[in-house]
């Protein structure tokens, strides 16, 4: 009987053994180009089959059995990483993209608000993702202006047409109506823009056709665009990622600026434009939210 007794109670002495030796490791996994969650990350401990995937928001939570183990996360496209896990706090661990040369760009819904500064008017723009195409393509419309002073710009670009550890071909189509009354310019255009990324720098070459209409005629136009599109990131007071973009187009008979800064502190995000078209000079302040 008392052989029984002390075979229950070594069995239980190590069965809570057992359970007292799982340690919990939680934290959250971001892109290092863009630091935005990234869901579905395989991570698993290293040498074993136990894992976890992250969830929609990169969050993740597991148990190891001792503290001497090392994880590794996984996501397509993104480069493997492996470290020691930390138990102390919750871990922020930063995947970096295969190649290291993509700029940013985004894959949340934006919604952004704001005025037009030089114009006294409103502004907006919506910017969306479009997947289950042949590749990702995202997409933007933006109206600034009202009272006989707008200016419609809707764009949708197609990212990694071909891309390699070097360079990445990408391109964008761009659509284009300008209706102001105070330099009497009614203007609709459409452009098809390549670009090619190196490093973190997008140069983009485009060309268009365009058509000009007055009180009595309309004719077309040929325009030729020239452009580059690059992401600084800053860490001052937390990592900011800055999108810049600058481009000119030669019409025919005039010029067409545009540019733009964008500064994303999530989940908001502060746009900053400057456009010139003719003569009429543009410039917008908007705030927005991811949604």
Same mark, same amino acid.
């Given at each position: 009987?008392?052989?029984?007794?002390?075979?229950? $109670?070594?069995?239980? =002495?190590?069965?809570?053994?057992?359970?007292?030796?799982?340690?919990?490791?939680?934290?959250?996994?971001? %892109?290092?180009?863009?630091?935005? *969650?990234? *869901?579905?990350?395989?991570?698993?401990?290293? %040498?074993?089959?136990?894992?976890?995937?992250?969830?929609?928001?990169?969050?993740?939570?597991?148990?190891?059995?001792? !503290?001497?183990?090392?994880?590794?996360?996984?996501?397509?496209?993104?480069?493997?990483?492996?470290? !020691?896990?930390?138990?102390?706090?919750?871990?922020?661990?930063?995947?970096? *993209?295969?190649?290291?040369?993509?700029?940013?760009?985004?894959?949340?819904?934006?919604?952004?608000? #704001?005025?037009?500064?030089?114009?006294?008017?409103?502004? #907006?723009?919506?910017?969306? *993702?479009?997947?289950?195409?042949?590749?990702?393509?995202?997409?933007?419309?933006?109206?600034?202006?009202? #009272? %006989?002073?707008?200016?419609?710009?809707?764009?949708?670009?197609? @990212?990694?047409?071909?891309?390699?550890?070097? @360079?990445?071909?990408?391109?964008?189509? !761009?659509?284009?109506?300008?209706?102001?009354?105070?330099?009497? $310019?009614?203007?609709?255009?459409?452009?098809?823009?390549?670009?090619?990324?190196?490093?973190?720098?997008? =140069?983009?070459?485009?060309?268009?056709?365009?058509?000009?209409?007055?009180?009595?005629?309309?004719?077309?136009?040929? #325009?030729?665009?020239?452009?580059?599109?690059?992401?600084?990131?800053?860490?001052?007071?937390?990592?900011?990622?800055?999108?810049?973009?600058?481009?000119?187009?030669?019409?025919?008979?005039? @010029?067409? $600026?545009?540019?733009?800064?964008?500064?994303?502190?999530?989940?908001? %995000?502060?746009?900053?434009?400057?456009?010139?078209?003719?003569?009429?000079?543009? =410039?917008?302040?908007?705030?927005?939210?991811?949604?």
């Amino acid at each position: 009987m008392i052989t029984v007794r002390i075979l229950i $109670f070594c069995v239980s =002495f190590l069965f809570c053994h057992s359970l007292a030796a799982q340690f919990l490791v939680k934290g959250k996994v971001i %892109g290092a180009d863009d630091h935005l *969650p990234l *869901p579905q990350v395989m991570v698993s401990v290293k %040498g074993t089959d136990q894992q976890v995937v992250t969830d929609n928001n990169g969050k993740f939570s597991l148990t190891v059995p001792d !503290k001497n183990v090392k994880i590794t996360f996984r996501f397509l496209a993104y480069q493997a990483k492996t470290v !020691k896990p930390d138990f102390e706090k919750s871990m922020l661990v930063e995947l970096s *993209p295969e190649c290291s040369h993509h700029h940013y760009h985004s894959t949340r819904f934006k919604l952004y608000a #704001g005025a037009d500064k030089s114009n006294d008017a409103l502004a #907006g723009r919506i910017e969306f *993702p479009v997947f289950g195409f042949y590749k990702r393509i995202t997409s933007s419309y933006e109206l600034s202006g009202l #009272g %006989g002073q707008e200016t419609h710009r809707v764009d949708a670009k197609a @990212w990694d047409i071909h891309q390699n550890c070097k @360079w990445e071909l990408n391109t964008s189509f !761009k659509y284009r109506n300008y209706q102001i009354e105070t330099t009497d $310019f009614d203007f609709e255009s459409l452009m098809i823009a390549p670009s090619i990324g190196i490093d973190n720098y997008e =140069f983009v070459l485009g060309v268009g056709k365009g058509r000009r209409r007055t009180e009595d005629l309309s004719f077309n136009s040929t #325009g030729v665009q020239l452009g580059i599109n690059t992401a600084l990131d800053f860490k001052i007071l937390g990592r900011w990622t800055i999108p810049i973009k600058v481009s000119a187009t030669k019409w025919d008979t005039f @010029w067409e $600026f545009e540019s733009s800064i964008d500064l994303f502190i999530q989940p908001v %995000g502060l746009r900053l434009s400057y456009n010139r078209i003719d003569e009429f000079n543009q =410039f917008s302040l908007m705030v927005g939210m991811y949604l």
